[in-house]
């Protein structure tokens, strides 16, 4: 089984900084594209950042500027720099990533678990 398990998030007052990393574990052949979402109470699952394993990366206009995606292929891991925190950053964090378990299988879709950042005003 593929596990992702993110960590870093906390309590951060605002103008803060935290570095969320999420590291993909077990039968892995490939991984294709990682990403970051984040879930506010009330509100949808929206896509924050993400990075291809050619290091294309792609932003949510809300965190353009503060926010830095990247990756340790080698690790299988993804990180995720947020700086200049806000407190409408306040949300879930959740990793996602495509991924191929051996080379004869179908690219899937995996999630983790997630972790919460909360920016105080």
């Known amino acids: 089984q593929v596990q992702l398990v993110e960590s870093g998030g906390g309590l951060v007052q605002a103008g803060g900084s935290l570095r969320l990393s999420c590291a993909a574990s077990g039968i892995i052949f490939s991984i294709n594209a990682m990403g970051w979402y984040r879930q506010a109470p009330g509100k949808e699952r929206e896509l924050v950042a993400v990075?291809?394993?050619?290091?294309?990366?792609n932003y949510a206009d809300s965190v353009k500027g503060r926010f830095t995606i990247s990756r340790a292929n080698a690790k299988n891991t993804v990180y995720l720099q947020m700086n200049s925190l806000k407190p409408e950053d306040t949300a879930v964090y959740y990793c996602?990533?495509?991924?191929?378990?051996?080379?004869?299988?179908?690219?899937?879709?995996?999630w983790g678990k997630g972790t919460l950042v909360t920016v105080s005003s």
């Open positions: 996602n990533a495509d991924l191929r378990q051996t080379i004869a299988t179908d690219v899937l879709n995996y």
């Open positions: 990075i291809t394993s050619g290091g294309q990366t």
